[in-house]
């Protein structure tokens, strides 16, 4: 469930004008924030850390203030606006930013900026949205045809698929986000990409059901519910490929990111989990960051269903 986090009237002293005699002396500025984010976790776990943190948000704009000089409000609010999407978990952002004694005697409050964008609009921004690496590293195993993106996010893979020729369907439960994916993939053109609203985790016991034998390629990125797996390999087609990569044990351990363990693999946990599946490339450890800068610990899976002794399934 999707809510608002609201910063109403942080005020600060930044460096902002056009002019270097401006630019000389700190002066008071405010900004606003309406973040929206899924609020659900929090809601019910009581725990802080499943949510945003409106404390570190407001310690980082106050660090960005405190670092960094700016010509136009317009580009310190396009940075703060970076900032929030590589830092926390944001799906849309809005801010008003502004000066509160700006240099023209008529004006007797303020002037500012104001912006509003969602995460993949701000992707969109400065380029095609980028692919997981793992994803565009494996890209010659995957049989083409009928791939799904499940928990599609802002559907950075699933736009890759599609441009890449695959017929795809991506799933995820914030319909906002996959409304912007529909018109981010009519935008380039992609006929060939359809999207599903899911909860992927209201059943309380089973996974949803997905079609049996449906897929050649399924991509799962960045995303662990462990009950899924058995119609999860169900739903790939014979001689399909499953790509998978999500983070481990290590990097909560090491970064403190995801900050539950539970959602982390544990060591050999996902070659246990698709057990089913003929291993095509597995390695566990320390990869280049494919949500950020920096490097992140995960387990990256390519595997193919088979029939028995591991010989490629007879197609139907």
Known sequence: MAGTIIIERLEFQGRCGVTQEERRKPQPLAIDLELTCQTEPAAASDDIQHTVDYAQVANRVLELAATQDFSLLETFAERILAMLFAEFPVDRAKIWLRKLAPPLKPVTRSVGVQLERSRLAHQIQGGEPTPARFLTQQLHRLPKGKALDLASGSGRN?????????????????????????????????????????????????????????????????????????????????????????????????????????????????????SGLRVLSYDEGEHDGSQGPGSVFTAQLVAQRTGPGGLPEASA
């Open 158 to 274: 699933a736009l890759y698929l599609a441009s890449q020729g695959f017929q795809v369907e991506a799933i995820d439960r914030d319909e906002q986000t996959l409304a912007e994916l529909v018109a981010a993939a009519k935008q380039g053109n992609l006929l060939n990409l359809h999207v599903q609203t899911t909860d992927l985790e209201r059943a309380t016991t089973a996974w949803p059901e997905l079609p049996k034998q449906t897929y050649d390629v399924i991509v799962v990125f960045f995303y662990l519910h462990r009950p899924l797996f058995p119609s999860l390999i169900e739903s790939l087609k014979p001689n399909g490929v499953l790509i998978y990569e999500t983070f481990t044990i290590d990097n909560h351990l090491r970064h403190k990111h995801p900050r539950r363990a539970e959602f982390c693999l544990a060591h050999n946990e996902l070659l246990r989990l698709t």
